[in-house]
């Protein structure tokens, strides 16, 4: 392997296909028939985009289509995905529309104008713009209204002539929530306007809705599709109540460094920027390579969040630099510069010390840090490792 840096997002393959064979029997169970859309936005949930569709590419199955957040996104994963649809979920301007056509990546639809103005943009190119309509049903980010004039607009657009109209969807907000009364609302409210596009004559192409939380929790909304996305990391959501129903799926991201320096400190030493941390007695310290510019928050300064070596924690202590921090090893047995430090793992009650099972590594598990770090999720903990400078390998 190539050396680029001693801290790394490791993603394990063999559980990675394993989740992703756990989405795709759940489908099965329903039909068959359903197809997988998978979602790499955000690179992947901050795995690796072109890394997962390589992975996933391999499979028996593989999936019918992906989707990426950004017109940028899907064009980096057009150069591994050549043949297969690319779906972007968030909103292009009317700059990014002949990229989008002259790179066949899909676009989400859900203005009358901006329909019109990617069919003239189609015909000028002498191509076919691909389009999944977005539906309002109750999330108030982007879709069409559900109403009767909408209606009628929408079977209209649907008659433009330089655009390619494969799929129309919507977003359920609510499905990780126990009680399903709302998410069973927005449902109502997208299949009433599937009627309604049906009663004037629209002949629908691919429906879409469930994304990872209704996979698991609310198969009345998968439809001729799924779109799978922060489940294929094997994290589940922060929410103590999440249900993953019956599939068994498996962590397979973690993040790890390799200890950078081992330095013996006396009572009074002062430890990084301003002394923020002062030792009270005579304490073995070491260089986590990560810091702030990694994505690592200063939350955690100071005692605030623990790593582990050989399943040890070590306290992290004084302010955070730009491109390290400084760990507490006096409890590690001889620590030794080089040795692996994992800093999101299997989770804080696995380690084989501090009252740990003894089944992994003791480090905290992105679910865990998402809670400490107040997330509302844990896509926000593995997004937010920055892609530019902490490499990813898949092993």
């Given amino acids: 392997m190539a050396y680029d840096r001693d801290v790394w997002v490791e993603i394990d393959k063999a559980k990675l296909i394993n989740n992703y064979s756990e989405i795709r029997r759940l489908a099965d169970k329903v039909d068959e028939n359903i197809k997988v859309c998978t979602v790499l936005k955000g690179n992947a949930e901050g795995m ?7 992975v996933l590419e391999e499979q028996p199955r593989p999936p019918y289509m992906y989707a990426v957040a950004t017109v940028g996104e899907a064009l980096e994963l057009r150069t591994f995905i050549k043949e297969k649809d690319i779906l972007t979920l968030g909103y292009c301007s009317e700059d990014g529309y002949d990229t989008a056509i002259e790179n066949d990546i899909t676009l989400p639809m859900y203005m009358g104008d ?3 103005k990617l069919d003239e943009h189609a015909a000028k190119m002498g191509k076919k713009a691909l389009v999944h309509i977005a539906v309002n049903s109750g999330m108030n980010r982007i879709g069409f209204a559900v109403n009767e004039e909408t209606a009628d607009m929408v079977a209209e657009l649907w008659k433009l002539p330089n655009l390619d109209i494969r799929g129309i969807f919507t977003h359920i907000a609510t499905a990780d929530e126990p009680d399903k009364s709302r998410a ?10 599937l009627e309604m596009l049906k ?30 996305g922060v489940s294929l990391t094997g994290n ?10 019956d599939a068994h799926l498996m962590n397979c991201y973690k993040l790890k460094a390799k200890l950078g320096n081992v330095l013996d400190i006396h009572p009074g030493d002062g430890v990084s920027y301003n002394f923020t941390f002062i030792a009270d007695r005579d304490m073995t310290i070491g260089l986590l390579p990560l810091g702030h510019a990694d994505g ?25 630099c730009m491109d390290h921090c400084l ?26 010390y501090d009252g740990g099972d003894g089944t992994g590594d003791g480090a905290m598990s992105v679910s865990e840090v998402a809670e400490k770090r107040g997330a509302s999720n844990v896509d926000e903990v593995m997004c937010n490792i920055n892609s530019k400078r902490v490499p990813r390998r898949m092993v």
Avoid at 48 to 54: D, E, I
Avoid at 296 to 311: A, D, Q, S
Avoid at 327 to 352: A, C, F, H, K, M
Wanted: proline share 8%.
């Fill in 48 to 54: 690796g985009a072109l890394n997962v569709a390589k």
């Fill in 114 to 116: 901006a329909m019109r």
């Fill in 184 to 193: 069973r609302k927005q449902k109502d409210t997208f299949e009433k306007f």
């Fill in 199 to 228: 009663a004037r004559g629209v002949t629908l192409p691919i429906v879409h809705a469930a994304n990872s939380p209704s996979t698991f929790e609310f198969p009345e909304v998968y439809y001729d599709m799924i779109r799978p």
């Fill in 236 to 245: 589940c959501d922060i929410n103590p109540e999440y249900n993953w129903g």
């Fill in 296 to 320: 690592f928050t200063k939350m955690f300064e100071n005692g605030n969040f623990f790593v582990t070596i050989r399943g040890h924690r070590c306290p992290l202590i004084g302010t955070m």
């Fill in 327 to 352: 760990i507490d090893l006096t409890n590690v047995p001889d620590p030794q510069v080089g040795e692996e430090i994992v800093i999101y793992g299997d989770g804080s009650t696995t380690g084989p």
